[in-house]
């Protein structure tokens, strides 16, 4: 139960009268906006503290040890009772400006646009297929209506792409940015929840039951380059669960994911699946994954992103069985392997064959909480799992290029 309240919090929209936002730097001494830069953004937390801040800085260390050249820039909400921006300076993040602004789609059009060669965007916060990233409540977001968007496609570079980290970020908003940017994003199709590093090696969810003990790990000697204390915010991810949405907006039973699904709208499967590989470099995962990694080592990494958390006192290592069927898919040809709790939802890299729908308020045209269903138009087995490892193997070899 304890687990549904969580990704209940992670997906529910609350509004906060203080959204006053906080613009840093994370090894980045004199910052330049004529520089390649890797933008994040994260919300309120609303009930979850500042977990989104710190798996932005676990990101922001990725970035720093494999694209050194690059300059990393979070765009924050500022929770003043949390001292935000204290624990920004506490985790290694340089204040480069406040601003008393409530922090909203034209707030992130205004100092995205600012840097003229975007790398990448990260946007860690409560999100729903309604109403997209919830920086600080429904009413503050961005979405497919957020006005300004566009501005900010000249200043993609090469090989750039958006990862959207919040709840059922990958049914409209992640297609909608790959065919309005041009380039890759990937989004969930399920709620999202927070992992944390255990001394045994591998992530779990902080909830009892899912960890073989609470002897969780003190220090990060996997994912990075050398080895990092956890309060400094180096030991926590957010990854897609592998239950359905199940919270604030509805119950979405007949079909998801349990990993993060890109979307290369525009793109062809050569550039599509060389950025796929890119992006396994920014990850906290159980391997530190380098341009210099091998083949095996690398699947080792992509495993550990696509495949789920065994479910609460599972008796199946069900990581273990998602590898070996990964695997065995590659020889068999056969790609209808599914470890999601439900029904998988079929996608491509240009959608995803499901639609939300929601009962309306009377004369407001509203979508209504709590009446929300996912209608799955698959009309075969999905392959979306299997393709996607697919996909990520391909892109392999341009890693070095």
Known sequence: ???????????????????????????????????????????????????????????????????????????????????????????????????KSTIDGKVFVDEASKFKKIQSIDIFSHSSAQYGAHLAGKANHINERTKGLEVLKPNFLKDSYVFLHGCNSGFYLAPFLSNLWGIPVAGSLTSTNFQKLHSDGNFYLIEEGYAPNSDWATTNTLSTDKETNCQTGTCERLKPDNTAYFGWWGQY?????????????????????????????????????????????????????????????????????????????????????????????????????????????????????????????????PTTLVREYKAYLQGYNSLTK
């Open 1 to 99: 139960m304890l687990k549904y309240i969580v990704s209940l919090l992670a997906c529910v929209i609350f509004s906060n009268a203080q959204a006053n936002y906080i613009v840093a730097s994370y090894n980045t001494p004199n910052l330049d906006k004529n520089k390649p830069t890797r933008i994040m953004v994260s919300g309120d937390g609303d009930g979850l503290g500042l977990l989104f801040q710190e798996v932005a800085k676990a990101r922001a260390l990725r970035y720093a040890e494999n694209n050194p050249g690059d300059q990393v820039v979070l765009i924050s909400f500022d929770d003043k009772e949390l001292g935000t921006a204290d624990e920004l300076v506490r985790w290694g993040f340089k204040i480069e400006g406040t601003d």
């Open 253 to 381: 039973s007949e079909g998801g994911l349990p990993f993060y699904k890109f979307f290369c709208a525009k793109n062809n499967n050569e550039d599509c699946t060389r950025v796929m590989a890119k992006t396994m470099l920014s990850h906290s995962l159980i391997i530190n994954l380098k341009k210099t990694s091998t083949l095996e080592e690398y699947k080792k990494g992509v495993v550990d992103f696509l495949c789920p958390v065994p479910a609460k006192n599972s008796k199946t290592d069900l990581r273990a069985e998602c590898h070996a069927k990964l695997e065995e898919a590659l020889l068999t040809g056969d790609q209808t392997y599914n470890p999601f709790s439900r029904p998988a939802i079929e996608c491509d890299f240009k959608g995803c064959k499901a639609e939300i729908t929601c009962d309306k308020i009377l004369f407001t045209g509203v979508q209504r909480p709590g009446t929300c269903t996912l209608r799955n138009d698959a009309t075969s087995t």
